[in-house]
């Protein structure tokens, strides 16, 4: 058993935080916010993960887990600590690194044991080696403390159970004493280790998750290109996926990547590589890959109706991904502000992140159109002219064909998300467009009614 304390309690912290206590170690886990410190005490999380609340307050109550704004009290004899805050995107693409340094100083004049300092938060290839600098300028007891990288994979929405199940914990140390202590403290997890040094893991997070984000741009630009010559691409991505080397996962064409670690690794790992003289030219096409395929299906909708003005536009989903409340670089987010602009008057439904979305977006007119929050699909649907899919939430999934054509005036429907099955669409009557596949015959009349017309 460790005496650990965490830095930061946003999904990084928070989550390594409860999972160390829940494996048996004794966790301090530290914030600057007082408000949220006290809601944590009480047993509440302050984002929405599945499993995460039960695990804090069962380790709270064993007295596993405590929360504090004194850092000092936490830091001080600790055998680790933990560093989760954000490294925040910059205008230029790279990471902010002021939370970090915050830290690193705090660290620097409270230890009175010799520490390990871990690096969770993402940050750019050769950065903890000057945070361990920075600690060392600063250190004001005699005591031994080095830096490791311990790079985070967790998914939201599966923040605990990714924890828990990891397919790998990296651990990126320089000397055998931190390489131990880092190794001992996630023997209990039981899980596979991977120990190399700390700029080669730092690496490691960039490189798989710009892999993973390179591999959905792929599939997006695979997708568009189906269209083009009358491929499925859903079909596409079956047939690929038998083959071991390519994989099953993350081959889901759609309205592009959100979220807060794909857009900001990608652009992080570009501007790395930029400072460097080196043009890092397959991640930048998985960012350009990736912008233009937000605005694919509304541009598409621009294009099939004269106006948005006016007219009862559905919005299902607003969240990045389902699962989560999170609202970064969503599609919502781009597409909303569009269509409000024409005039639209949006219903969105979302079954969690609307509170979120109404802090961007307060309900009532806005704009040329509006905006009003609702509680169910239904409500969203009824007598609109045309719907826009966003996130694949559960609810969104379970609507089916009739009650497009049944709710809506006009079932003309867009979804980035590629849920429903287009034969369905088809034999309903509802006009059907989505991602990489064909659209349904209703769609494809007209739209050859109005090719034919063009060219005559
Ligand atoms: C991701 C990584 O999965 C995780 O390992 C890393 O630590 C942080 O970034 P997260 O952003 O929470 O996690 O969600 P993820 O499920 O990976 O989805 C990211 C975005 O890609 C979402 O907008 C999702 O809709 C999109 N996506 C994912 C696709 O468009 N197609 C896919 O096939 C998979």
Not at 51 to 74: C, H, V
Not at 311 to 339: M, Q
Not at 394 to 420: C, F, H, Q, W
């Amino acid at each position: 058993m460790y005496k650990i304390a965490v830095a930061g309690t946003g999904y990084v912290g928070l989550v390594a935080g409860v999972t160390f206590a829940e494996v048996g170690h004794q966790v301090t886990c530290v914030d600057i916010d007082e408000e949220k410190v006290k809601v944590m005490k009480s047993g509440v999380s302050p984002i929405y993960e599945e499993g995460l609340e039960e695990l804090m307050q069962k380790n709270y109550a064993a007295g596993r887990l405590e929360y504090t704004t004194d850092y000092k009290s936490a830091y001080k004899d600790a055998d680790a600590i933990f560093i989760g805050v954000g490294t925040p995107e910059q205008p230029d693409g790279s990471a902010n690194l002021s939370y970090i340094a915050t830290v690193a100083r705090q660290i620097a004049e409270t230890i009175e044991n010799d520490c390990l300092i871990v690096v969770k938060s993402t940050v750019p290839v050769g950065t903890n080696d000057k945070v361990e600098q920075f600690i060392q300028d600063f250190l004001i007891n005699d005591v031994k403390v080095e830096v490791a990288s311990n790079p985070e994979f967790l998914a939201q929405g599966s923040a605990v159970h990714d924890t828990l199940h990891a397919a790998r914990i990296i651990i990126g140390t320089e000397s055998k004493w931190a390489e131990e202590r880092l190794t001992n403290i996630y023997e209990p997890f039981n899980l596979p280790i991977v120990s190399v040094n700390r700029r080669s893991a730092e690496m490691i997070k960039y490189a798989s998750n710009d892999f993973l984000a390179l591999k959905i741009s792929y599939m997006n630009d695979i997708a568009n290109l189906c269209e083009l010559v009358g491929a499925d691409v859903q079909d596409v991505a079956k047939g690929m996926s038998f083959d071991e080397r390519i994989g099953s996962k993350f081959l889901n064409a759609g309205i592009g990547f959100g979220g807060s670690c794909f857009p900001k690794d990608t652009k992080a790992l570009e501007n790395l590589a930029r400072q460097n003289g080196y043009d890092l030219k397959t991640v930048k096409a998985a960012i350009d890959v990736n912008k233009d395929q937000k605005t694919l299906l509304y541009n598409k909708a621009s294009k099939r109706l004269i106006t948005f003005n006016g007219l009862k536009v559905a919005v299902l989903g607003l969240t990045f991904k389902p699962g989560t409340d999170d609202l970064r670089e969503a599609a919502s987010l781009e597409n909303i502000p569009l269509l409000l602009e024409k005039g639209a008057d949006i219903y969105a439904f979302d079954p969690v992140g609307a509170e979120n979305f109404a802090k961007v977006h307060p309900e009532g007119p806005i704009s040329n159109g509006s905006i009003t929050y609702v509680s169910n699909v239904e409500q969203a649907l009824q007598d609109a002219n045309v719907c826009f899919v966003f996130t694949e939430w559960g609810e969104v999934k379970a609507v089916t064909s009739e009650m497009y054509k049944d709710l809506m005036r006009t079932p003309l429907v867009y979804d980035g998300r590629n849920i429903y099955d287009v034969n369905e669409m088809e034999e309903a009557g509802v006009e059907y467009h989505s991602v990489g596949r064909p659209s349904t015959s209703v769609a494809s009349r007209r739209e050859s009614k109005s090719y034919e017309h063009h060219n005559s």
